[in-house]
């Protein structure tokens, strides 16, 4: 197996070109259109479903979603590291956003995942030991004029997982998963090519990518990569600045079209902002308390605390619609929303971790008052009937936050903010000075 491998990378590329230490260029302002797994305009959206299907399968992403990430977490925390830089390997059914932008000379289009879990921006090339059948054609590094090798001694390929060199003096990465196949390739560097809200475009040259010639195949056919918002040195986030933003509208509106990504130095870094720490790549920020229609709930802020020897503490997430609290948050919140509807609407008893009502949540929630998740600094996420609750079924509805033991005792200590909780906001990231802001906002009005 060595040797069929020494000769199949002895065949990727004879280097047609060799990059120094890039410098990509950095557009002030790059806008990327995010594409929800459900949109009309999505490859994966069927006219046949209905709310209800889109709801139940966004709420399985979300448990997949997190309990990866839980496990992931944990692995650090144990001492018992495994080198994963991602959490799962892409694919429509744990993947929430998605987007588009062509790679090389001449361009490529592409199909990727948006993940703030994962670091790596790769893209499957030719020639491919396990690549799947990708919706377009996959990218061939030998044909385009502006692709070029990165050289062992480039400053990047040591960040870059499983990092090893080859005879030809290329750089070599695995890229492991938590659940499913490794995807393994060439470093390199590549233009990148994005289409701007005016039908224009941009360019960004010389950035950083996996070119993957092994991944293990797809579940289906429309991906063509991982376009990864983790932070490390070797992620497009640093290569561009280390600030990014993304505002998303309803969730569960399929045409709703306003949904955006803004890397660079151009991101909106508005609103109140809350102290940000980067760890192995995760975001992470500091819960301080809850509260309903200005009512403080009691809860200690030292659940939300993370401490170097537990895997607990608050992750933000672009993957997970739902939101999930450790246990002493969730039952206050749980006690606190049942003592409010409890004497209106009749529970519909689901299963033992979810809080459910028989009714619609777009009639009976009327008036219902807001929840307030109080972050360190002072900033806020005000979460309305929309973002707190979702339509389950026809006939009832549920909250949309969880605990954090449905996945096991083993795993409670870790709390996730998804991104039901972040509609409506424009959500901001500055890597360099340690904040990420909250701005509510009608993501339509940042279209310019």
């Not at 997949?64 to 059914?93: E, G, H, M």
């Not at 995942?113 to 061939?140: A, E, H, K, N, Y």
């Not at 409670?412 to 000075?433: C, E, F, H, K, R």
């Amino acid at each position: 197996m060595a040797v069929a491998l020494a000769v199949f990378y002895s065949l990727i590329l004879a280097p047609i070109a060799v990059a120094g230490t890039p410098t990509p260029s950095r557009p002030s302002r790059l806008i990327i259109e995010l594409i929800h797994r459900d949109s009309v305009v999505s490859p994966y959206h069927d006219p046949n479903e209905n709310a209800a299907n889109r709801i139940h399968r966004a709420i399985n992403i979300s448990i997949a979603r997190f309990a990866y990430l839980q496990a992931k977490v944990k692995s650090y925390s144990s001492n018992n590291i495994i080198d994963y830089q991602a959490d799962v390997f892409p694919s429509k059914v744990f993947s929430l956003f998605f987007m588009n932008f062509s790679i090389g000379q001449p361009p490529i289009p592409q199909f990727t995942v948006m993940d703030t879990g994962s670091t790596l921006l790769w893209v499957q090339c030719r020639p491919c030991l396990g690549c799947s059948q990708q919706f377009g054609p996959i990218f061939d590094p030998s044909r385009s004029s502006s692709y070029a090798d990165l050289p062992c001694y480039s400053e990047y390929c040591w960040y870059s997982p499983n990092v090893k060199c080859n005879f030809l003096n290329q750089c070599l990465y695995n890229q492991t998963y938590i659940r499913g196949p490794s995807a393994s390739g060439v470093l390199a560097t590549e233009q990148l090519i994005f289409k701007t809200s005016d039908e224009g475009k941009i360019r960004v040259q010389d950035v950083v990518f996996g070119c993957g010639h092994d991944n293990g195949k797809f579940e289906d056919r429309h991906l063509s990569g991982v376009f990864g918002l983790g932070f490390s040195r070797l992620s497009l986030v640093s290569q561009l600045g280390s600030t990014f933003s993304y505002c998303v509208g309803n969730l569960n509106d399929p045409h709703y079209f306003h949904n955006k990504l803004v890397l660079g130095h151009g991101a909106r870094i508005e609103g109140d902002s809350t102290p940000l720490e980067v760890i192995n790549g995760r975001y992470y920020i500091t819960l301080e308390a809850i509260s309903i229609g200005g009512k403080m709930l009691d809860i200690d802020p030292d659940i939300f605390t993370r401490k170097t020897w537990d895997n607990g503490g608050v992750i933000i997430d672009s993957g997970s619609s739902a939101t999930w609290l450790v246990k002493a948050g969730y039952d206050a919140l749980l006690h606190e929303v049942e003592s409010l509807l409890d004497m209106w609407l009749t529970r519909y008893r689901f299963d033992s971790w979810t809080l459910c009502y028989r009714g619609t949540a777009s009639c009976d929630l009327i008036g219902f008052p807001a929840v307030t998740f109080h972050f360190a600094g002072g900033a806020e996420l005000v979460l309305d009937v929309d973002s707190l609750f979702f339509q389950r079924w026809p006939h009832a509805f549920c909250m949309a936050v969880l605990p954090s033991f449905v996945n096991g005792e083993n795993y409670t200590s870790l709390s996730l903010i998804g991104m039901m909780a972040q509609q409506n906001y424009n959500v901001a990231y500055d890597i360099g000075g340690k904040k990420l802001a909250f701005e509510r906002v009608d993501c339509e009005l940042l279209d310019d």
